[in-house]
């Protein structure tokens, strides 16, 4: 659906984005992150047709989107960081206004905004002044403005930015949702949002992509491997006994427990190694309970700052 070969912007000397290649397909939901100043909206605004690149190809549903410009904006919804709205109109008024300039007949138009606004939940404000709206109200409304063209694709620069939490939750739901029908590329400051939404994400830093997976992945590339917190009831020596025998265990830890009478590990093995249930059939033939366990993956927030702040220690990611 999206497919980006070398893209490159240049302003003067300062190199905005710098060769970045990646491919999203249809009906995934993609997070964009990276620092101020990476290149995060530099790079949509390309992708919408806003801006030119200095080289390299974008193609939207397999079309180069410097050659056929106008059917390419017809498939793309773009909410900005900071929607364009209207304080003057009412929500009607601009759905109706936006509907028109991306060319909707009229006997179709009427029917598409209240589908929309339905699906974004902004009936009950429709005749209200956008101005009076609150802060999330009017995201709502800018994300309706999105959706108006019935685009296959949305992308969505900062979509919960300047929101509360009930706000946040609302429209991470609402990505949700409309991820079942379209294409999404978002952009966020806010991870655990990305981690709740995306299975995929981009990271570019200083204009390079410096990853392309999903979180899951990311976090056995950085630490190197696949690793399990185990609590127990039982001695060190017990355990060391019980799970001395299991080959894909390249490291065992033993930390202290937070709990009495218990004993604390984490159990590593090599990448794309499972070694939960060796473990749980080794401790049971011991007799040694399981308390807990769970894995130990990065959270993208760590993800993110180690790919952002090393990134010249590790290669970039692709798929």
Do not use: W
Request: aromatic share 4%; charged share 30%; glycine share 8%.
């Amino acid at each position: 659906m999206i497919e980006v070969s070398n893209l490159t912007r240049r302003y003067g000397r300062h190199t905005a984005v710098d060769k970045a290649s990646f491919k999203i397909e249809q009906g995934e939901i993609v997070g964009f992150l990276g620092p101020n100043g990476a290149g995060k909206s530099t790079t949509m605004n390309i992708l919408t047709g806003y801006l030119s690149a200095t080289e390299g190809i974008v193609k939207i549903d397999g079309q180069d989107i410097l050659e056929h410009p106008k059917e390419i904006k017809k498939k793309i919804g773009y909410l900005p960081e900071n929607p364009p709205l209207y304080p003057d109109m009412t929500v009607s008024e601009y759905l109706s206004f936006a509907g028109e300039i991306k060319k909707i007949p009229p006997g179709v138009k009427k029917e598409r905004m209240n589908r929309i606004m339905e699906t974004v939940g902004i009936q009950d404000v429709s005749k209200r002044l956008i101005k009076n709206l609150s802060r999330g109200y009017k995201q709502r409304v800018g994300l309706a403005q999105a959706m108006i063209g019935d685009p296959k694709i949305l992308i969505l620069d900062e979509p919960t930015a300047g929101l509360d939490p009930k706000q946040i939750l609302e429209i991470r739901d609402l990505i949700i949702e409309l991820g079942k029908e379209h294409t999404v590329f978002l952009s966020s400051h806010i991870l655990p949002e990305v981690s709740a939404v995306c299975r995929r994400v981009l990271i570019i830093n200083s204009g390079r992509l410096v990853a392309d997976d999903s979180p899951e992945n990311l976090a056995r590339r950085i630490l190197g491997g696949n690793r399990i917190l185990l609590r127990m009831d039982a001695s060190e020596a017990a355990v060391s006994r019980a799970l001395g025998g299991i080959s894909p265990i390249t490291k065992l830890e033993f930390r202290e427990s937070p709990e009495l009478g218990t004993v604390e590990i984490i159990a590593e093995a090599e990448k794309e190694t499972d070694i939960r249930r060796d473990l749980s059939r080794a401790l049971a033939a011991a007799g040694i309970p399981i308390l807990m366990m769970r894995s130990l993956d990065l959270s993208l927030e760590d993800i993110f700052l180690n790919l952002t702040t090393k990134e010249d220690e590790l290669p970039a990611v692709g798929r």
